[in-house]
């Protein structure tokens, strides 16, 4: 049938109507460059995270374990006595004598006072560590045991002391201090590196022992005691860095200082009333200690440092769990908080990179990410601008696929976007009936037009703003229907293209002249039709009837008939077989019926019927 103008039209109409109320995502929101929304840093061209070096400097090993122990130092060296304002000399007011009209002893050349201590540090205990299972610093104390003695001693001037008195000036004496000393160590590691540290020291306690030398012995009289003390600073290097017991060898400067000052003297053998003796010297050590090895939180540190703030936080959390006394816990939970505030920042930074290399995907993963942990204003503002472009991206992308035919794949895309985009979400009813539009259309062309039209009403029930195209096309199956309306016979198709041209014409307000005179007719056709199919049921139902009503009058064969009898009711039989009996009885078999499953067997015996089968 020919299409009226009005009818063109109306197709022009309907183009303008889908260009304007259509819902497809513009191609201009979708390739949008991301724009950086992350905070501008200040120290961003920095290798390091700010407070790198100063950390480095102050709080090298904050998060080492305590070292709760050092069993053992052992401590040898050589050092000399002096003191005085050349430094070689001794200095004045050493000594003091009973008479001060002595002789004074000036303690000799240099390598006269030059000799050698071995000391003992044992047991020396973190003390905080040992009584709050805390440490705030590498702080140890514990026994300190000395000796020391010189190499090759001056003599004393026994000559001049011996004229003062007598017993003072007896035999060849020199003056070799022989001093043990027994005190208190207390020492703090200052360590930036694993391998190495420095090493302050410091002790105090009491020393005693003789100070007289003659030949090679030395005289248990005169001796005397007093107050000790010692200050050293060095390095250590450590042999087995990072093991459960370390073993450091090192090198001291030390100074100490020993003052003897009461003197047990009951022979009267000199003038010395005290002395004090001030020794620096060079020390080389070995030590043993337990504990110091590096943390998972200094790791976490070090991460935070090269600004990888997740990995920092996942490092500094499990130290707070296996170290819950840390002194420097505190220390740790600020690390977290920092990186807390800074790992949305590094994740929206990653986002931006893939952004750049066009990987959508993950970009988009990192911005979520970055989202939910977030608390800054600019920023959640900025992520929420980029996921949204990428949502309207991956909707533009949908609609492109349910153009292509690939509705499952598109509507997959639709569902996930819609997890973090709320516009995704409301637009799911929406692609729901665009993908039925589609698959109707598919349908209306292939000629399934009750097909089209069910998935239309799907489209409408998903979408109601799709109606004016829903409508439409059901107007252009009416019209594709009214091609087919004079050879159509088919009641059900005819009424489905009269309810189709008047829903247009609901649609338009008229549907032009040829098709309101197509209407007409087929709704008299329908008339006529209706007619002829209501006379063919009647006919119908009247022949049931008497084909019923005949079945009931027709006689039926029986036992005892005669063969003109069975033939009046069934008629000739397809087939008799004819024999006679020992007794010269006539026998037949008569046989009805063309499927062998279902023939009907007669027995006569002396043309009497006397048996009925079925075989």
Not at 177 to 184: A, F, K, N, R
Not at 322 to 334: G, M, Q, T, V
């Amino acid at each position: 049938m020919v299409i009226s103008r009005k009818f063109s039209f109306l197709g022009l109409f309907f183009v303008v109507v889908v260009v304007i109320y259509g819902k497809d995502t513009k191609t201009d929101s979708v390739v949008t460059a991301p724009r950086n929304f992350v905070p501008v840093d200040q120290y961003e061209e920095l290798k390091y995270e700010q407070g790198y070096w100063t950390n480095r400097i102050f709080h090298p090993r904050e998060f080492y374990e305590e070292i709760p122990l050092i069993p053992l130092e052992v401590r040898y060296g050589l050092g000399f006595n002096g003191g005085g304002s050349t430094f070689d000399q001794m200095k004045s007011g050493w000594i003091e004598y009973e008479d001060p009209s002595v002789e004074e002893f000036d303690g000799g050349l240099w390598n006269a006072r030059v000799g050698h201590q071995l000391e003992l540090d044992v047991l020396k205990t973190n003390l905080s560590y040992f009584l709050l299972k805390t440490s705030w610093a590498d702080i140890h104390t514990g026994l300190n045991f000395k000796y020391s003695s010189i190499f090759s001693p001056e003599a004393i001037p026994d000559t001049s002391w011996g004229e003062k008195r007598v017993s003072w000036g007896v035999g060849d004496k020199f003056f070799s201090p022989l001093l043990l000393e027994l005190g208190i160590s207390n020492s703090i590691n200052i360590q930036w590196y694993d391998s190495w540290l420095i090493h302050l020291r410091y002790t105090y306690g009491l020393a005693t022992g003789t100070f007289y030398q003659s030949a090679e012995s030395y005289d248990k009289s005169p001796n005397g005691w007093g107050p000790s003390t010692s200050f050293s600073i060095g390095f250590r290097y450590a042999l087995n860095p990072g093991s459960e017991n370390q073993y450091l060898l090192g090198a001291d400067f030390k100074h100490s200082y020993t003052k003897i000052d009461r003197i047990s003297d009951p022979d009267d053998l000199t003038p010395i009333s005290r002395f004090d003796l001030a020794n620096y010297g060079l020390f080389f050590t070995l030590s043993v200690s337990k504990g110091g090895k590096k943390t998972v939180g200094d790791i976490g540190k070090e991460y935070y440092y090269h600004r990888d703030f997740i990995s920092a936080k996942e490092n500094l959390e499990e130290f707070i769990i296996r170290y819950p006394l840390h002194s420097n816990l505190y220390r740790a939970e600020k690390y977290i908080e920092e990186c807390r505030k800074k790992i949305p920042i590094q994740l929206a930074r990653a986002g931006m990179n893939f952004d750049e290399r066009h990987l959508t995907g993950k970009a988009l993963e990192k911005y979520r990410q970055a989202r939910k942990l977030t608390l800054d204003v600019n920023l959640l503002a900025g992520l929420d601008d980029r996921i949204s472009q990428i949502a309207r991206k991956y909707m533009y992308d949908a609609e492109r696929m349910i153009v292509r035919g690939q509705n499952d794949s598109a509507l997959t895309i639709i569902v996930k976007t819609a997890a973090y985009s709320e516009e995704a979400r409301k637009s799911i009813p929406y692609f729901r009936a665009k993908i039925y539009l589609t698959e109707g259309k598919k349908a209306m062309q292939s000629g399934f037009f009750m097909n089209a039209l069910d998935l239309f009403e799907k489209s409408l029930l998903q979408d109601q703003e799709m109606n004016i195209e829903v409508e439409l096309l059901r107007y252009e199956i009416a019209t594709m229907l009214v091609n087919q309306a004079n050879q159509a016979e088919d009641i059900a198709a005819i009424q489905l293209v009269i309810k189709s041209l008047e829903d247009a014409k609901n649609i338009t307000g008229n549907l032009g002249e040829d098709n309101e005179n197509t209407l007409k007719a087929l709704k008299e056709k329908v008339i006529r039709l209706e007619e002829i199919s209501i006379q063919k049921d009647i006919d119908r139902r009247m022949a049931d009837e008497r084909e019923k009503r005949e079945e009931r009058l027709r006689p039926t064969i029986q036992i005892g008939m005669t063969i003109p009898q069975v033939q009046e009711i069934l008629g000739e039989p397809m087939e008799i077989i004819h024999k006679t009996n020992k007794k010269g009885e006539d026998m037949q078999l008569w046989l009805y019926g063309s499927d062998v499953d279902t023939v009907l067997q007669l027995s006569f015996l002396e043309f009497i019927l006397f048996k009925i089968e079925r075989g």
